[in-house]
């Protein structure tokens, strides 16, 4: 069974500018969550999708959007980047609630 | 609010054991945890619910108290690839949402 994919894997963006990252879980899982990753405050969680419909949302700024398609990808956007969104995003499919979460390798994205 | 694991760091000789703790302020159900090594995605270690049911790992074994709101991961004869960074994560609700804790870095030396 393939894992979670993510695309990009790196990304560099200048401030103010906006990035969709990509995220296509393991085949029949209906759940995909976001997370940031950064030195400073660790694992945040950002949103969970499940069959198209967000199910709880993190404690983050509204520039920060998801969605989740009929085939289970989804994509999340954060628009007016900033210097402190520079981080590693992960996304982890689920194949239901509370079971074990399967990362993606995450997206490097780079603010400058 | 995030749980708090300790130590932040350990470092270990090859067939050492090690003990990693996660608090909860909160009244916890369930603890999952993962482990990261550098550059890679967390990977799931296992689950523990409430009422001693353990979903996980073969060689890796932990407990729960839920009067104390606390896990322990327990690494017994440790190997080289047990080295990375070992998270707990809380349930945020009824989906699939995680609270992570603050992370320990376990370090295994030959």
């Known amino acids: 069974k393939a894992g979670v994919t993510q695309t990009p894997r790196y990304l560099i963006k200048t401030r103010g500018q906006q990035v969709t990252l990509s995220c296509s879980p393991i085949s029949g899982h209906r759940s995909v969550s976001w997370y940031q990753q950064t030195p400073g405050q660790g694992l945040q969680f950002l949103f969970e999708y499940f069959s198209e419909t967000q199910r709880n949302k993190g404690n983050f700024p509204g520039r920060f959007s998801g969605r989740q398609f009929s085939n289970s990808r989804s994509e999340m956007n954060v628009s007016t980047l900033e210097l402190g969104d520079s981080a590693l995003y992960l996304c982890?499919?689920?194949?239901?609630?509370?079971?074990?979460?399967?990362f993606g390798p995450g997206t490097r994205l780079t603010v400058l | 609010q995030q749980p708090v694991q300790s130590p932040q760091a350990v470092i270990l000789r090859e067939g050492e054991d090690a003990v990693i703790n996660c608090s909860s302020s909160k009244a916890l159900y369930s603890v999952h945890w993962y482990r990261q090594k550098h550059g890679e995605a967390p990977v799931f270690l296992m689950i523990?619910?409430?009422?001693?049911e353990q979903k996980g790992h073969d060689k890796i074994s932990a407990s729960f108290n839920e009067k104390k709101q606390q896990s322990s991961l327990y690494l017994t004869a440790s190997q080289l690839s047990y080295s990375g960074t070992y998270f707990c994560?809380?349930?945020?609700?009824?989906?699939?949402?995680?609270?992570f804790g603050t992370g320990t870095l376990l370090a295994v030396q030959p």
């Open positions: 994560g809380t349930p945020g609700g009824a989906t699939n949402k995680l609270i």
């Open positions: 982890a499919s689920s194949l239901g609630t509370a079971n074990e979460q399967f």
């Open positions: 523990l619910l409430k009422g001693g």
